[in-house]
């Protein structure tokens, strides 16, 4: 397990760290609780909070996301000009589970949610709704061709397409109390936030400059051409741009 998929719960003393699987799915259940759509309220779905954790975590992975651009299409017509006459339903299921994946989680985490005592999205996001309901209705129905029986994951699928909106709504509230940093940091911790990326940005540049400095002198030394001993002049000011006390005299 990577430290992509790891996290420490700062209210926790002991400080382990944890799969962020969890993270996720306490986001998942309290934004629940907190929406009033809690789980298990309209009919069993404790399987879709599940799914949505590991969809979430999933996420943070970029192989994942590398893995799922295949499947990805902006538009119905390509979604549907690619499914054209392919006999493959297993392509068929991922390619509208994958869509319907993104479309919920770009709604839910990414794009604007209805503003307060507003009960409808707005017009492009209602769009995506539709185009989400549609999708894990289809990716259903083709993982049942799939599997010839009902499945774990095909009822999810299911409940997905059914109450789209609902998670949706879920995940916008999950978004604005858990993933919005910009509302839980004071002014003085992002300034030192900004400190500590730009500081860690100096390191990085200043290696990647030293690495280039050491090449080039070691080539300077064994060829003594003249080219590289300009080149080691500019690498040197530009350290010292970094590291004020660098000093380099090119020696004869």
């Known amino acids: 397990m990577n430290e992509r998929q790891l996290y420490v ?9 944890r799969p962020s699987y ?9 934004s629940r609780i907190e929406t009033g759509l809690e789980s298990n309220a309209g009919g069993y779905d404790e399987d ?5 954790a590991h969809l979430l975590q999933s996420f943070a992975d970029p192989a994942y996301v590398e893995n799922a651009k295949r499947y990805l299409s902006k538009y119905d017509a390509e979604v549907f000009q690619r499914l054209q006459g392919s006999p493959d339903a297993r392509l068929k299921y991922l ?13 839910g985490v990414f794009e ?8 409808k999205f707005p017009p492009a996001e209602d769009a995506s709704i539709g185009r989400g309901k549609a999708y894990y209705q289809f990716a259903y129905s083709y993982s049942q061709q799939l599997q010839k029986k009902g499945t774990a994951i095909s009822e999810v699928l299911e409940k997905l397409s059914v109450g789209f909106e609902k998670y949706v709504k879920i995940l916008s509230h999950l978004r604005g109390e858990f993933f919005d940093l ?10 030192h936030l900004e400190r500590s990326v730009d500081e860690e940005a100096r390191r990085s540049q200043l290696r990647e400059r030293q690495d280039r400095f050491l090449e080039t002198y070691a080539e300077w030394r064994r060829t ?10 500019e690498l040197a000011e ?12 090119p020696q004869p």
């Open 224 to 233: 003594g051409r003249e080219e590289l001993k300009a080149a080691l002049e």
């Open 182 to 191: 910009a509302d839980h940091f004071s002014k003085g911790e992002f300034y």
């Open 48 to 52: 879709v909070n599940v799914y949505l």
């Open 9 to 17: 719960d700062i209210k926790d003393s002991s400080r382990n760290l």
């Open 112 to 119: 604007q949610p209805p503003a307060q005592g507003q009960k």
């Open 238 to 249: 530009d350290i010292r741009q970094l590291k004020p006390d660098f000093k380099f005299t």
């Open 95 to 107: 390619i509208y589970k994958t869509n319907a994946d993104f479309l919920l989680v770009s709604v």
């Open 22 to 30: 969890y993270f996720m799915m306490n986001c998942i259940l309290y």
